[in-house]
């Protein structure tokens, strides 16, 4: 499909004029090879874990291995695009790129907490997912036949993007933030949803949180809140950068619900990667990411 496209060898020497590069590698190994690159000048978007944490002491918690790199952890800009502001420049050197569940958990929460409409202990965050945010390596797991027509939740409390969204939920309202996240493998090939819930720190109506969220995404080109009463569905975000939001106040449980719908390997992973590149390169934000190809799985 796109034989203009180049492949060389993990190992094979940087060609001469490259500027920015994508890291896909395993989470461990992205660390060693993002020095490399950031030695030799070249802007680095990072899509595995290595540095997303700032707190070197949480990777061998949360990942299972020390650090290789901990003095570069603090260099890197938290890439969840539409709240790093001027962090994402031409001047950054080094991009984090979120995980996908913290993406559409994120883009959720983060309005509540800075309005200040939940307080930030006592959040709680179900996600599912479909198969392919596995990865592509087969496990008995994803097997068709035991994940087909199944629903089920995994490594509840121990998940390793936990640590990623309470960090960036803590930046935002100045309070460390301690979450419960509980993922769910779905069967279908991509998407992520996500149902959000927080307690309410004030009286407030769905009208008036609905009213946050619009304003603090206005000029966000791929966050959308859905009009009042529609939920946001994975269908409606397949193979786009997109995502749909939706927030409701149940006023019984005294809680706002906040729901999210990505896909995980667009806005989860390659599209918000691309997204930003652009922003770190000086490029409008939307470049190559309006009118995107069919896609597979």
């Not at 995980?99 to 958990?105: E, K, L, Q, R, S």
């Amino acid at each position: 499909a796109y034989p203009e496209l180049r492949f060389a060898p993990r190992e094979a020497p940087l060609p001469e004029g490259v500027a920015a590069a994508f890291l896909c590698l395993p989470h461990g190994e992205a660390a060693g090879r993002a020095g490399e690159l950031l030695e030799a000048g070249v802007q680095v978007v990072d899509l595995s874990g290595d540095h997303r944490l700032r707190d070197p002491a949480l990777y061998p918690r949360w990942y299972g291995w020390d650090h290789a790199h901990p003095e570069r952890l603090a260099q890197a800009v938290y890439g969840l695009t539409e709240w790093a502001g001027e962090e994402l420049s031409r001047e950054t050197r080094l991009v984090a790129n979120p995980g996908c569940y913290p993406t559409a958990a994120l883009l959720a929460l983060l309005p509540a907490l800075a309005a200040r409409l939940v307080r930030p202990e006592g959040l709680v965050v179900d996600a599912l997912s479909g198969v392919s945010g596995a990865g592509v390596r087969p496990s008995g797991t994803t097997h068709f036949v035991h994940a087909n027509e199944s629903v089920k939740a995994y490594k509840v409390g121990r998940h390793q993007h936990t640590p990623e969204i309470e960090q960036a939920c803590g930046r935002v309202a100045g309070v460390a933030v301690t979450l419960a996240f509980t993922p769910h493998l779905v069967p279908m090939n991509r998407g992520i949803l996500v149902t959000a819930h927080g307690r309410l720190a004030r009286d407030l109506s769905t009208e008036a949180a609905r009213e946050v969220y619009a304003e603090r995404y206005r000029e966000a080109p791929f966050v959308h809140l859905l009009p009042e009463g529609t939920m946001p569905d994975t269908a409606r975000v397949r193979g786009s950068n997109q995502c749909h939001l939706q927030v409701v106040v149940d006023r019984r449980s005294e809680r706002l619900v906040m729901l999210a719908a990505i896909d995980n390997l667009v806005k989860g992973a390659a599209g918000q990667a691309v997204q930003n590149l652009n922003r770190i390169r000086g490029w409008p934000e939307t470049a190559a990411l309006l009118h995107l190809l069919p896609v597979t799985p």
